[in-house]
Every structure is written in structure tokens, then in C-alpha cells.
């Protein structure tokens, strides 16, 4: 019988770095809009929610016909909202899809699902895509992540990793070894998924507020698969420029 996985964009009103960021107008609409109806066209999706805390969220996801999962203002992380949001949905598979990347691509998301339908050992699964830009190793906001020969990965930072001591000009590190970034998109089997929301905050997730890495220290594995795909995050308001420049040259359209 063919596993089932659901999509679920976790989005929150009240966020320190850029309030409102769900709502940011790219193009005539919504950032959570553009993620959702990209995120319709993913095959392996069944069901498509965004879950929130906010009505103001519930509201431009109504007007534009999505589906909304109301969740706790308590929620201590997305992924804590994302599991809230599908407790008492039958499924397989929950995929975790980042409500800030306006651009991403469906088959994308279909990899993520991929990893864990195509691994009965996996649990957790998420995407990497190599680093060519320099300046993308010193940006904090790009998620830089260490993987294993078996395809599993050994840590995720905001600060470059590895570090290579003998080379300390990031052109040069760039040119002379290979760098993977983290695409912040996880695919949990579902009981795995309740079970790493009952674990406490660790040292390291606090740390480098990456939330993956409560998985990692509490001793679970996360598949990666590598995505050639090129998306934008939208963390500050110089990203939402260039989402909204991107927009209005029609090559991202759903």
C-alpha cells in the first residue's frame, strides 16, 4: 500500500527578526501564498495545510482558498507546530515546508518524501545543495551542514563548516573544497515526528537556534538528499527585495 504524506507550512505572525514575514506582499501576493500554491504541485503531496496561531494568517489563507490549521501560540518551534497541525491526521509521512522560501520548487518537496519512501530505515530526512558563492559561507543566515559518507548528516551550523585551518580566504575555500548548505525542508515518518516533540531543547539547538539539531543530539540520524535547485529564503527585508525582483521577472509563476 502507498505511503501518504502531507505538506504542512508552519507560519507565525510575531517573529523577532521580520514580523508579518508570511504576509510580505511579493508581486500582489502573500509570501505564504506564493509557498503554497508551489507547494500544490508536489506529487507525493496528498494534503496541503498551513498551520498558524495568527488570524491574520488564517484570513490571507482563506482569501486565496488554502487550507489552515489554527495551533498554540506555545509552540516552542515549527516543527512543534507542524506536529500539533497533524496529530490527529492519518498519514505516513509529514513533510515540513518553510513558509518563507516563496520559490521553491515541487520536485523539491517530492525528494524530500522520496528519502523516506524509498529508505524504510529513514525517519527524518532533509535537502542539501552545494555552495558556489563565497559570501554565502560568512552569511549567518545560510545553514551550513557536515555529511557522513552513508548520506547522513553529522552537523548543521550558521558558522562555516568544515573549518579548514590552513585556508582562510573564503574565495579560496570555495574554489578548493566543497561546501553543502542546508534547504530548510524535513520529511518526518509520523511517529518519529511525536516522538522528537516530546525531547527538551538541547544546548546546541538553543545555541544555533537550528531545530534539527534536537534530532541530532538526542542520537537520531537525518537522511539528506542533494537538490540542485536554487531557491531564496526570505530572512530579511534586502531577501524580500530580491524575492519581489524575482517575482516580477515571471520565471517563478506557479
Known amino acids: 500500500m502507498p505511503l501518504t504524506a502531507i505538506g504542512v507550512i508552519p507560519a507565525r505572525y510575531a517573529s523577532s527578526r521580520f514580523p508579518g514575514k508570511p504576509l510580505a506582499m511579493i508581486a500582489g501576493k502573500p509570501m505564504i501564498q506564493w509557498v503554497y500554491e508551489r507547494a500544490l504541485r508536489a506529487a507525493h503531496i496528498s494534503k496541503l495545510f498551513v498551520a498558524t496561531?495568527?488570524?491574520?494568517?488564517?484570513q490571507a489563507?482563506?482569501?486565496?482558498?488554502?487550507?489552515?490549521?489554527?495551533?498554540?501560540?506555545e509552540c516552542r518551534s515549527g516543527t512543534d507546530r507542524v506536529y500539533?497541525?497533524?496529530?490527529?491526521?492519518e498519514c505516513d509521512i509529514v513533510v515540513n515546508i518553510q513558509g518563507d522560501e516563496p520559490f521553491i520548487?515541487?520536485?523539491?518537496?517530492?525528494?524530500?518524501?522520496?528519502?523516506l519512501i524509498q529508505d524504510p530505515d529513514a525517519r527524518m530526512g532533509t535537502l542539501i545543495k552545494r555552495i558556489f558563492r563565497a559570501e554565502d559561507l560568512s552569511n549567518?543566515?545560510?545553514?551550513?551542514?557536515?555529511?557522513?559518507?552513508?548520506?547522513?548528516?553529522?552537523?548543521?551550523s550558521r558558522l562555516p563548516v568544515p573549518f579548514y585551518r590552513d585556508e582562510t580566504d573564503p574565495a579560496e575555500q570555495i574554489k578548493n573544497r566543497c561546501y553543502y548548505k542546508h534547504v530548510g525542508i524535513y520529511s518526518y515518518r509520523k511517529n518519529f515526528l511525536k516522538q522528537m516533540v516530546q525531547w527538551p531543547q538541547t544546548l546546541l539547538e538553543s545555541a544555533e537556534k537550528l531545530e534539527q539539531l534536537r534530532a541530532l543530539d538526542h542520537g537520531a540520524?537525518?537522511?539528506?538528499?542533494?537538490?540542485?535547485?536554487?531557491?531564496?529564503g526570505v530572512d530579511t527585508m534586502e531577501d524580500l527585495e530580491r524575492a519581489r525582483q524575482l517575482a516580477a521577472s515571471g520565471l517563478f509563476n506557479p
Open 53 to 58: 496561531d495568527d488570524e491574520r494568517i488564517q
Open 61 to 73: 489563507v482563506h482569501a486565496f482558498g488554502g487550507l489552515v490549521i489554527m495551533t498554540s501560540p
Open 84 to 89: 500539533e497541525a497533524v496529530r490527529d491526521i
Open 105 to 115: 520548487y515541487p520536485k523539491m518537496i517530492d525528494l524530500a518524501a522520496e528519502i
Open 140 to 156: 549567518a543566515n545560510v545553514t551550513k551542514v557536515v555529511v557522513n559518507q552513508q548520506g547522513h548528516a553529522l552537523y548543521f
Open 221 to 232: 540520524r537525518i537522511k539528506v538528499a542533494e537538490t540542485d535547485s536554487e531557491t531564496l
